[in-house]
């Protein structure tokens, strides 16, 4: 009965309710845009030695990652060359090289086909010039990136921008992981990430569970597509800090105190607090499906799970998982609060009523400017 | 039509008892001519006991940071040339030179993002210095891993100003010493080994590529980079990631094939030149016996001075270092390797 755009009273979003539901949206996003950026893949400590490997999706491409034996990290398209079966699965070691299920065709960890059972069967062929597909891989602060294009219209630095300049102090390869978690939210992605990025929430869904940062002074701006963003913390924070302070990162002084909550376009969260480090991958299943993959990293001092849940207890439920309450209002867990406004969010798009009635001036902006990327890559007119 | 400038001398900067770096003097009017870039050689046309010696010599200096423009050669056992910089060069003498020219070079990424392994052997540390300085000053996001082979400690060329580039924390800098009495100091990452595969198979487990973008430059006497070449490759370094400057030739290829008597023409700067070369000569020298003014300088394939463009017929090249992949399928042929194997050569300079 009604169009969302008509039902606002204010700023209105940019993108139609359709986005976040349709399997269409979904399949187009898929193909232009998460195939063809840059996308956080792993950390380098996942293929430390020579042979090791992990797999991961990027948009509509299986792409794997593999360190070679001159060190160097080199990333392919997960697909044999002979019927395109997959090669390698989730993550491991193989460094005498890499055979298909299928019918054993045999690559290098440099990507060269090395061996074809009954080779006389293909005499027509020249198998010599064959090897796997190319992706690209690049590192930069320990951490992995992978683009499906071997060569992609701009190397990650160009990429990235000017937003290294903002990242903060964090130096994610002296860290050591701890436990990952992962959700699975009935939400879609951009909820997810627009969520992430919204400043204004943080004042009320959280008013009990992120109080320990200062909203009112946080600063944030687009860098590129990248939205970085950067709140000091209270002054009961600053004084627990300072009389804890063998819990802080070294890398992490007095003045980088603060919580650094970076979205590296589209869908990368990266997260630096005084003590630890922490990587939100947001991962679209489906159009109202969304895995959550976090990764955390702290020092060696702190990886002790004593050492971490003590630090950590500090920040509500951050990290730590839901403290048995059943309403997620009243879990003191953030995560849960998040999940909550998010899958209602997706609900009331089901709504004919459904609309978003207005937009902050300032807190929600980094939201607007989200939703003009994506549909800059998907060629809508916004 | 070879070109040469006469230049000043204008300091002589002792680096080791065996090494001395030559600063030229450039009048503004050269200034563009002589600017060169990172990597890149020139040649000295030196007057020692009336008899003209040509040799090719790498600039230490850094074009692209500033600074004047500079040389450093270690004296040379046979060395003529070397043995008469080092003991006889004077400041305010005057030098032949020709300008900077050569295939080390590098050309940047688009991000300036990568990670550079630098290879250096004795005085073959030249070239990369040049380099080193440019990339840490130019490539703010770069890192750079070297290794750096001596006999001793006494003999390591730019010993001082390496430690002090050490405190960049993009440069990490490990010495060889392969000297049996070889004593370590102070500060720097030292290893009394020789580099060979298995040190170079270590030495990139120790320090893998911050950017997964990675060049390998390696210049110093023949056996290190052959050892280094070979490791990189055996690792499975991409061949087009390596780039290497060779200051002696290995051992030519020989062919059976070459045409006894052949009619050679050389075209300089629209003035032909026509000889007969015997089987196994090259064509540079009997075509400058006939007047030819054709620009050359070690007449080993290494410096490619007289590089030419083949018109007619075909040669062999015991030699090509000098030579890109791109200019050899561009007929690109260097006069001082080449041997006719077909009866009538035709080749052009411009």
Redesign the interface.
């Known amino acids: 009965m009604s169009n969302p755009m008509e039902t606002a009273f204010g700023k209105t979003p940019l993108l139609p309710a359709e986005a976040y539901t349709s399997q269409d949206w979904f399949d187009r996003e898929q193909r232009d845009l998460f195939s063809t950026v840059w996308q956080f893949a792993g950390f380098e400590k996942d293929v430390s030695e020579p042979g090791d490997y992990f797999t991961v999706q990027v948009g509509l491409h299986p792409v794997f990652v593999v360190r070679g034996d001159d060190h160097r990290l080199r990333a392919f398209h997960n697909i044999c060359r002979h019927r395109g079966t997959q090669l390698l699965r989730a993550t491991g070691q193989s460094s005498t090289g890499i055979v298909c299920p299928y019918h054993n065709w045999t690559y290098s960890i440099n990507g060269e086909l090395i061996s074809v059972p009954q080779r006389e069967v293909f005499a027509s062929v020249d198998l010599d010039a064959v090897g796997l597909h190319r992706a690209s891989v690049e590192t930069w602060k320990g951490m992995v990136f992978v683009h499906s294009d071997p060569e992609p219209e701009s190397g990650l630095m160009t990429w990235l921008a000017s937003f290294p300049d903002h990242f903060g102090p964090h130096e994610p390869a002296n860290l050591v992981e701890v436990d990952p978690i992962i959700h699975e939210w009935k939400a879609n992605w951009k909820i997810v990430v627009e969520n992430y990025i919204d400043g204004y929430h943080l004042f009320h869904l959280h008013a009990a569970t992120l109080d320990m940062y200062d909203h009112a002074r946080a600063e944030s701006g687009f860098r590129g597509p990248h939205f970085a963003f950067y709140e000091p913390p209270v002054d009961d924070m600053r004084s627990w800090l300072a009389s804890n302070r063998s819990y802080i990162l070294d890398d992490v002084g007095e003045k980088d105190w603060g919580a650094f909550v970076h979205m590296l376009f589209p869908a990368t969260g990266l997260t630096g607090l005084e003590m630890s480090f922490s990587v939100f991958q947001i991962i679209p299943l489906g159009p109202a499906l969304t895995r959550i993959h976090i990764r955390n990293l702290t020092n060696e001092k702190n990886r002790s799970a004593a050492r971490w849940e003590a630090g950590l207890s500090r920040l509500g439920g951050w990290f730590s998982k839901s403290q048995g309450a059943d309403d997620p209002l009243a879990s003191g867990d953030f995560m849960e609060e998040d999940r909550y406004a998010c899958e209602q969010q997706q609900r009331a798009m089901q709504s004919p009523l459904f609309g978003v009635g207005a937009t902050s001036d300032g807190y929600e902006d980094g939201v607007l400017g989200f939703q003009r990327n994506v549909a800059k890559h998907l060629g809508e007119e916004v | 039509m070879s070109r040469a400038f006469r230049l000043r001398v204008a300091d002589l900067r002792r680096e080791t008892t065996e090494a001395v770096s030559v600063v030229f003097d450039v009048p503004d009017a050269l200034a563009s001519t002589f600017r060169g870039v990172e990597g890149q050689h020139l040649v000295l046309r030196l007057d020692i006991d009336g008899r003209e010696v040509r040799r090719p010599y790498s600039m230490s200096s850094s074009p692209s940071i500033g600074g004047p423009l500079t040389i450093t050669v270690k004296s040379m056992p046979d060395g003529v040339a070397s043995v008469y910089i080092n003991n006889h060069l004077r400041v305010g003498d005057e030098v032949s030179v020709e300008p900077p020219a050569g295939n080390f070079v590098l050309r940047a ?5 990568r990670t550079y392994y630098l290879f250096a052997g004795g005085s073959g540390v030249t070239p990369i210095m040049s380099h080193l300085r440019a990339i840490l000053h130019s490539e703010p ?1 770069s890192h750079v891993r070297m290794a750096y082979a001596n006999r001793e400690s006494k003999s390591i060329i730019f010993n001082e100003e390496l430690g002090e580039m050490e405190s960049d924390g993009r440069f990490r800098l490990v010495h060889y010493l392969s000297g049996s009495r070889a004593r370590s100091w102070g500060g720097s990452d030292v290893r009394r080994r020789r580099l060979d595969k298995e040190e170079i198979r270590h030495f ?2 120790d ?8 060049r390998y430059l390696i210049c110093g006497p023949p056996g290190l980079m052959e050892a280094v070449e070979g490791a ?1 490759l ?4 991409p061949h087009s990631d390596v780039l290497l400057e060779r200051f002696t030739p290995p051992p030519a290829k020989r062919s059976d094939h070459v045409f006894d008597g052949a009619s050679v023409l050389v075209d300089v700067a629209g003035s032909s030149t026509s000889a007969v070369i015997k089987a196994g000569d090259t064509m540079l020298r009997p075509l400058i016996a006939q007047g030819a003014d054709i620009p050359f300088a070690c007449e080993s394939g290494i410096c490619g001075t007289c590089m030419a463009k083949l018109v007619t017929g075909e040669v062999h090249m015991p030699i090509t270092f000098a030579l890109s992949e791109a200019q050899k399928s561009a007929n690109q042929i260097l006069l001082c390797q080449a041997q006719p194997t077909t009866e009538f050569v035709e080749a052009t300079t411009t």
């Open positions: 990424n688009r991000d300036g993002y996001r990139l487990a320090h893998p590529p911050v950017s997964q973008d990675c990189l055996d690792l499975g370094v």
